[in-house]
């Protein structure tokens, strides 16, 4: 038996305080791995909260992994003791299901959650199926890798999913961990890219991220100048909008596509779509596949978040950090080596 250490809260509302718990043995397919870091993500936030009302105390959140492989499965053929890897939101997925066998495993509809009736990475360990843990390549910084496991992969998989061209006129809405990672994949992608901000005060910041453009989203007739512009808008914010003139934003065939789990329903006007053939939809984070390509993408042209890092026992003080709106962009825990 292997005992973890982690952080974990034990009721809603409640504070993260030591906590161990034992694994059990070791299966064929799974590996286990030592958690150098760990990213924070507002889905941690809500997780702890029960916001989704599927959380089981005690909590241990954590779901942005970068560690070493420690242990390895009778059946894992891909990975060896000592390899750097990532872990994300996925933890497993049947890999038999047709969802799978065409390479569609965030779909798989019996997929394990890392967070999700099971304990996280705020700890030393975590254990997982082979097929999620992914080596970082060369050029992959691993001290900010983390984040790119939840934050990247979730904006990187639509770009690739619904075929972004480098033509095409893209634009972000809400510029913080999730999007201030988009603007970099979109700029590198070859895309003409406009950031919607809230707040001017970073305009050049975001420039320098990557979006050729800033608009004010406070600003409605700043959007409404920009009626049948866009091929492709993606929204990385968790608030209501209004929808309708960021669909009228988007040019004939254009698609508004949400990442953020905003909490009201998205009305859209039928009519809105119909006469310019337009689309709305959403994504969850990515396949294996997809997550390496993502990888390879970041090494090859220097693509990182932007991280603040606490020491793991300092777990509190971040998700206050957090919870206050002051991460730029993301927080990152590190374990004691």
Not at 153 to 162: D, R
Request: one cysteine or more.
């Amino acid at each position: 038996m292997t005992t973890i250490n982690a952080y974990a809260v034990k009721e809603q509302g409640g504070k993260l305080e030591p906590f161990q718990y034992e694994l059990g043995p070791l299966a064929g397919d799974q590996v286990d791995i030592k958690v150098t870091s760990c990213g924070i993500c507002h889905s941690d936030l809500s997780m702890m909260e029960n916001d989704w009302g599927m959380t089981a105390y005690p909590f241990v959140p954590g779901h942005e992994i970068v560690g070493t492989i420690e242990a390895v499965g009778g059946q894992v053929k891909n990975l060896v003791v000592g390899q750097t890897v990532g872990l994300g939101w996925f933890s497993g997925s049947c890999m038999h299901c047709r969802t799978c066998m065409s390479g569609n495993h965030n779909l798989c509809p019996q997929t394990e959650a890392t967070i999700v009736g099971r304990h996280g990475g705020f700890a030393d360990r975590v254990r997982c199926k082979e097929e999620w843990a992914l080596p970082l390549p060369d050029g992959v910084d691993s001290a900010a890798a983390g984040p790119l496991f939840c934050g990247g992969i979730t904006v990187f998989s639509p770009i690739v999913e619904f075929d972004v061209k480098p033509t095409d006129r893209v634009a972000v809405i809400g510029i913080g961990g999730l999007g201030h990672l988009a603007l970099q994949f979109l700029n590198k992608w070859g895309c003409e890219v406009t950031a919607f901000s809230s707040n001017p005060d970073k305009t050049e910041q975001l420039k320098a991220l990557g979006a050729h453009k800033v608009v004010n989203s406070r600003d409605p007739e700043q959007l409404a100048a920009l009626a049948g512009t866009f091929d492709f808008v993606m929204n990385t914010t968790n608030v209501n909008l209004e929808w309708g003139a960021y669909i009228e934003a988007l040019a004939p065939k254009g698609r508004l596509h949400t990442v953020g789990a905003v909490p009201d329903p998205i009305e859209v006007p039928a009519f809105s779509l119909i006469g310019k053939q337009r689309s709305v939809s959403g994504s969850p984070l990515g396949s294996p596949a997809t997550l390496a390509k993502m990888l390879d993408f970041c090494a090859r042209h220097d693509i990182k978040a932007m991280v603040e890092h606490f020491p793991m026992s300092q777990a509190n003080e971040a998700m206050d950090h957090l919870k206050a709106g002051k991460a730029r962009y993301r927080i990152v825990l590190n374990n004691e080596a």
